[in-house]
T-cell receptor, first 115, second 113 residues
Framework: DQQVKQNSPSLSVQEGRISILNCDYT??????FLWYKKYPAEGPTFLIS?????DKNEDGRFTVFLNKSAKHLSLHIVPSQPGDSAVYFC??????????????FGKGTKLTVNP | EAQVTQNPRYLITVTGKKLTVTCSQN?????MSWYRQDPGLGLRQIYY???????DKGDVPEGYKVSRKEKRNFPLILESPSPNQTSLYFC????????????FGNGTRLTVT
């Protein structure tokens, strides 16, 4: 059962335009969401996060939007730059249960920003 | 420099030959975890550890073992590797997995023939 879904395996945009990466989730217990970026031959790195009590979080060119009723979040990159070309993973977590915590990743979306 | 160090970066081995992938972090993080990344499947958690001597299975633990004898180290052990364990492996650490930034190592590409 895939609880975090990134339905677009790839996305291609022109430099300077907006990139929108989407993520859907099924578990209504998720209360914190994160985006990680991964370049080839490197480990993923944290990009931006959002708590379920918010619907928007912004950090420079990156904005994450959360629509809890639709169980959907999106990452907006404006303006897109060639250096943003990477695989982006959406992740979600639930509150701790029984001392155990779990972070669930989506399958990733490969973003290509063309000069 | 704060980092998660995995070794080796590349490993080619044969079926059944026991191997260990080491992972060490210098951030005094309590939480450590192992993931494997496969095409079309994203990042799947193998095992995680909330603290020293506390480990638990992730989504795909079969064929793997871990230990957490010290806070900084979290080795991944394949007692009898098989070709379906050919993958890209990542170790990660965090103060806690929630509200926490997971710091990843640079990965270990394992090929089992």
């Amino acid at each position: 059962d895939q609880q975090v879904k990134q339905n677009s395996p790839s996305l291609s945009v022109q430099e300077g335009r907006i990139s929108i990466l989407n993520c859907d989730y099924t578990n209504s217990m998720f209360d914190y969401f994160l985006w990680y970026k991964k370049y080839p031959a490197e480990g993923p790195t944290f990009l931006i996060s959002i708590s379920s009590i918010k619907d928007k979080n912004e950090d420079g060119r990156f904005t994450v939007f959360l629509n809890k009723s639709a169980k959907h979040l999106s990452l907006h990159i404006v303006p897109s730059q060639p250096g943003d070309s990477a695989v982006y993973f959406c992740a979600a977590t639930t509150p701790p249960q029984g001392g155990s915590e779990k972070l669930v990743f989506g399958k990733g979306t490969k973003l290509t920003v063309n000069p | 420099e704060a980092q998660v160090t995995q070794n080796p970066r590349y490993l080619i081995t044969v079926t059944g030959k026991k191997l260990t992938v080491t992972c060490s972090q210098n951030m005094n993080h309590e939480y450590m975890s192992w993931y494997r990344q496969d095409p079309g499947l994203g990042l799947r958690q193998i095992y995680y550890s909330m603290n020293v001597e506390v480990t638990d299975k992730g989504d795909v633990p079969e064929g793997y073992k871990v230990s957490r004898k010290e806070k900084r180290n979290f080795p991944l052990i394949l007692e009898s590797p098989s070709p379906n364990q050919t993958s890209l492996y990542f170790c990660a650490s965090s103060l806690r997995p929630t509200f926490g930034v997971l710091h990843f190592g640079n990965g270990t590409r394992l090929t089992v023939t």
